[in-house]
């Protein structure tokens, strides 16, 4: 009998810790370890508007390299279309040659000129980064999913030159 109490009180023990640090509010710990979460190298372009019935969208396109050697692309546009979502693409060949299409993005919200489903688009290939100085292609943003008319295009890599770099 004795320990068949000692096995409840034990158990009670348990459970009573299990459930006290299932409701614990822990703080967010905001720190990173040395070198990590900060992005340093980047290759800037622009994005000009094509401009179908004036909408003027333009801004920029960065692509980031991460420490795991990853590219992290990043988009900022202008006078996007609230409601609409934007799809990205890039492109083989210069601005106008609509032949290749190379990566699918995700696509821009209109409501805020930015990738609707993260702040980046992660390639992860690793070799990516590093060739896009070199690369023949372009991008465009389109005005809707089921809409190919292209609102703003930009050259990349040999088709362009960089707006800015680090």
Known sequence: MEKHITNILLVALISV???????????????????????????????????????????????????????????????????????A???????????????ELDDVS?????????KFFVISDTAFYDSILEMDAHINIYLGPSDNTIVATGGLGTNAEAVESN
């Not at 693409?89 to 990566?103: A, C, F, H, K, N």
């Not at 209109?110 to 993260?118: A, H, L, Q, W």
């Open 110 to 118: 209109g409501d805020t000129g930015e990738f609707g489903s993260s």
């Open 17 to 87: 810790g299990l459930l006290s640090c299932e409701q614990e509010r822990l703080e967010p710990i905001l720190t990173t370890a040395e070198g990590g979460g900060t992005l340093t190298q980047y290759i800037a372009y622009s994005v000009e508007s094509t401009d179908p019935g004036g909408a003027n969208v333009n801004g920029r396109v960065v692509f980031w390299k991460n420490n795991l050697d990853q590219t992290l692309v990043q988009i900022a546009l202008y006078n996007t279309i609230e409601g609409e979502m934007h799809p």
């Open 89 to 103: 693409v890039i492109l083989s060949g210069p601005v106008g040659d609509e032949t290749t299409t190379m990566m």
